[in-house]
């Protein structure tokens, strides 16, 4: 008995110091994702490599505990050589359940990015960067049901016009909001609208 029980805390302790399969196999595929005819490596991304650990590669962070991904830092990953545009497939972050922090700035992610919904299943997720990017008006109801979303960065994207602070309020939890870069008009920035949130 005192034998399974050492190799169970053996197994265990190795379990937390590396990044989970299934895990590491989806962060590989974003990486090819990356990837464009201009260029052979996402920048940043040269060191994820099947050989080692993904919880020690530029831009993850592990739980110590679980091995589990909790962040994921992105910004910029994109070669600048990749003129073409990438549609964000937020089907490709479900692996990480207990991811909570998402940073995704100037990646060339485009227009109305339906499938953000999907991030809804992460019920983990905090703090999402989504600015520097080609976004529209049309992702902002897609917002809404992300209700474990306390921040969210969508400046310096393609928004414009009115907006409905509703459309990103909901039923969210989103208490920091950062908006600065767009061309807005309307009303729909009056105080009473703003008041649902601690930080612009």
Not at 7 to 15: A, E, M, N, S
Not at 96 to 121: A, M, T, Y
Not at 126 to 149: A, K
Not at 162 to 189: A, C, H, P
Request: aromatic share 8%; net charge neutral; hydrophobic share 35%.
């Amino acid at each position: 008995m005192m034998l399974l029980k050492s190799l169970l805390l053996l197994l265990q302790g190795r379990g937390s110091n590396a990044c989970l399969e299934e895990e590491r196999v989806a962060l590989l595929q974003l990486k090819a994702s990356f990837n464009c005819k201009y260029s052979s490596e996402s920048y940043g991304m040269n060191i994820w490599r099947k050989d080692v650990d993904c919880c020690t590669w530029d831009g993850v962070s592990c739980n110590a505990t679980t091995g589990r991904v909790y962040q994921l830092s992105l910004d910029g990953s994109r070669d600048g050589e990749c003129a073409d545009n990438w549609y964000f497939n937020a089907s490709m972050f479900l692996p990480f359940q207990e991811l909570q922090s998402l940073h995704f700035r100037d990646n060339f992610v485009v227009c109305c990015v339906k499938s953000i919904e999907e991030l809804q299943k992460l019920r983990n997720l905090e703090n999402l960067d989504l600015s520097g990017n080609d976004l529209n008006n049309n992702v902002l109801p897609l917002l809404r049901g992300l209700h474990s979303l306390k921040t969210l960065d969508i400046s310096s994207t393609q928004l414009k016009g009115s907006i409905n602070i509703k459309d990103i309020k909901g039923q969210s939890n989103i208490s920091v909001l950062r908006l600065n870069g767009g061309v807005y008009s309307g009303s729909s920035f009056q105080v009473e609208s703003l008041k649902a949130f601690s930080s612009l």
